[in-house]
């Protein structure tokens, strides 16, 4: 399986809800990402997991929690948006990140992604 | 600070014209550059990086250091091959967790 899969892939909810989206990976990838793409916008990097652990957070607003429960899963949780944060919500993997003794930018593999409104 | 310039937004040529989109970086050190492709309703996709020198769907790129320039080219463009195009950055040394600079993205309109 060389593919990342998204769940759902559209989402519809109310600034009160509480909704999460699903990443899911079977590479056997030790690094995953979350980013958020408007309309005809390049993607912008929310959160890193390296090894399940969080490496990288973009000062994301707190209404987004990730959580990386294996190395395969991805959650992003989402709790009181706001109507701006509606966008194409995609999941990436890659072998793993850079370390300062390995100077590779391994390629990343993204999913299809989620498209969420918030109403 | 980086950054990566891709300084159209929109290109629109005619099938079997010559391509190429354009793409600026601003860094100091050793980044590896990448060219992502976004076809309509698909997801988006690595299409080449510098450090394979491979030519994918006819695409080619050239990292020139000097200018620092990573310019898409093809040949004959195809109806195909309209799509969003992403120039990209990363430096592994200092970009910890493999963060990808993206450039605004080229949008290429092959008409028939």
């Known amino acids: 399986d060389t593919e990342v899969t998204q769940t759902p892939k559209h989402l519809v909810m109310g600034m009160t809800n509480k909704k999460s989206l699903k990443c899911e990976q079977h590479?056997?990838?030790?690094?995953m990402y979350w980013y958020k793409q408007k309309a005809k916008k390049p993607p912008e990097l929310m959160f890193v997991y390296s090894y399940e652990k969080l490496s990288i957070n973009e000062s994301v607003p707190s209404r987004f929690s990730p959580e990386c429960p294996n190395s395969s899963l991805l959650n992003l949780h989402l709790h009181a948006l706001q109507p701006e944060d509606s966008a194409l919500y995609l999941c990436?993997?890659?072998?793993?990140?850079?370390?300062?003794?390995?100077?590779?930018?391994?390629?990343?593999?993204f999913g299809p992604g989620t498209r969420l409104t918030v109403t | 600070a980086q950054r990566v310039t891709q300084p159209e937004k929109l290109l629109s040529v005619f099938k079997g014209a010559p391509v190429e989109l354009k793409c600026n970086y601003s860094y100091s050190g050793s980044p590896e550059l990448f060219w992502y492709v976004q076809y309509s309703r698909q997801r988006l996709q690595l299409l080449l990086r510098?450090?394979s020198r491979e030519s994918i769907k006819g695409f080619t790129a050239d990292l020139n250091k000097g200018e620092t320039s990573f310019h898409l080219k093809k040949p004959f463009a195809q109806e195909e091959d309209s799509a969003m195009y992403y120039c990209a950055l990363s430096d592994p040394f200092y970009n910890q967790g493999g963060k990808l600079i993206f450039g605004q993205g080229t949008e290429l309109s092959v008409k028939p």
């Open positions: 990436a993997s890659s072998q793993d990140v850079s370390t300062s003794g390995r100077a590779i930018a391994y390629e990343q593999y």
């Open positions: 510098h450090i």
């Open positions: 590479m056997g990838h030790r690094a």
